[in-house]
């Protein structure tokens, strides 16, 4: 399970019942709505003119798209950023390494080689001394 993801999650819902709850104190309603994301939607679609027209209606646009941009980067990390950092240390390799930094960085970086040898960070170090010849295997 992906922390951020939940984490997202639980703010979006936060907001939602947030603004849910000024609807409700400040206009007669008869129903406040259940604490799930699609019922907290609606029931804020429902009064979207007079949330538009509200005092405190940009800080609510702002605070959504503030969570819609964070969502869409968890969602959608975008692609990973690759360093190459020398030959593989490993006997008889000698193929190039990589460090992969996944964007959204709830992954560790993994450096691994092309030959598909992934070097634990113990082994890091060793990449630069194999480009001077003096890699282990």
Do not use: Y
């Given at each position: ?76 990390p ?14 008889n ?45």
């Open positions: 399970m992906n922390d951020n993801l939940v984490s997202a999650r639980s703010d979006i819902i936060f907001m939602l019942t947030t603004w849910a709850a000024l609807v409700v104190e400040e206009r007669p309603v008869s129903v406040t709505p259940k604490r799930n994301a699609a019922v907290l939607a609606r029931f804020l679609r429902t009064h979207l003119g007079w949330l538009a027209a509200h005092p405190a209606a940009g800080d609510a646009a702002g605070e959504f798209r503030a969570l819609v941009i964070e969502t869409e980067g968890i969602i959608h975008g692609p990973a950023t690759r360093l190459e950092l020398g030959r593989c240390a490993r006997r390799c000698r193929r190039n390494v990589r460090l992969r930094e996944h964007v959204d960085r709830s992954r560790p970086p993994q450096v691994s080689c092309d030959a598909g040898h992934v070097l634990p960070p113990h082994e890091w170090l060793r990449v630069g001394a194999a480009g001077d010849g003096e890699g282990a295997g």
